[in-house]
T-cell receptor, first 114, second 110 residues
């Protein structure tokens, strides 16, 4: 089935460690996105990518890094510079052209810093 | 910039009650409008969408009409069920970016 796969679903990290969240899609979408969701809050954009080997910062990029070496993959690294990394992270993808296409979301990854 | 404002929750209803969740937006140009639903511990699923003025999106008994004159896209359902309990997000797309509202939690009691 086509879709977006995020892993791991749950992740625990000690302070000072970097962690990488995986996001893979087989929808042949050009654009991919990472959002952060805090309890009871909406979604905030971390990074997005419209094409391989290119990506742009979103509203809250500090303390995060991404790569887009393949069209299907858009991993997110939460670095030790992120002061409050405990959150629910959502990956999404969409077609690039036009404004009518919706975003397709993965099931999310919940990161907890111990 | 673009923005989406939706009513704060939680909204608590009894089963079979009528639901309205208000959503208004600010955007340049002609955005597409969406409603997403998020069940506990899961990602967001598209519920319905409308791509131009006066379009009505509908799915699973939910409806929303794209009102350009009032810049609104209110979500309605005639008779809610316990299984509709979730968080609902209104969103607009202008270009390649989606802008989300803050979400509205709906709780339906038997």
């Amino acid at each position: 089935d086509g879709g977006i796969t995020q892993s791991p679903k749950y992740l625990f990290r000690k302070e000072g460690q970097n962690v990488t969240l995986s996001c893979e899609q087989n929808l042949n979408h050009d654009a991919m996105y990472w959002y952060r969701q805090d309890p009871g809050q909406g979604l905030r954009l971390i990074y997005y990518s419209q094409i391989v080997n290119d990506f742009q910062k979103g509203d809250i990029a500090e303390g995060y890094s991404v790569s887009r070496e393949k069209k299907e993959s858009f991993p997110l690294t939460v670095t030790s510079a992120q002061k409050n990394p405990t959150a629910f992270y959502l990956c999404a993808s969409s077609i690039l052209t036009g404004t009518t296409g919706e975003l397709f979301f993965g099931e999310g990854s919940r990161l907890t810093v111990l | 910039g673009n923005s989406v404002t939706q009513m704060e929750g939680p909204v608590t209803l009894s089963e079979e009650a009528f639901l309205t969740i208000n959503c208004t937006y600010t955007a340049t140009g002609y955005p597409s409008l969406f409603w997403y639903v998020q069940y506990p511990g899961e990602g967001l699923q598209l519920l319905l969408k409308a791509t131009k003025a006066d379009d009505k999106g509908s799915n699973k008994g939910f409806e929303a009409t794209y009102r350009k004159e009032t810049t609104s896209f209110h979500l309605e359902k005639g008779s809610v069920q316990v299984s509709d309990s979730a968080v609902y997000f209104c969103a607009l797309r202008a270009g390649n970016m989606l802008t989300f509202g803050g979400g509205t939690r709906l709780m339906v009691k038997p």
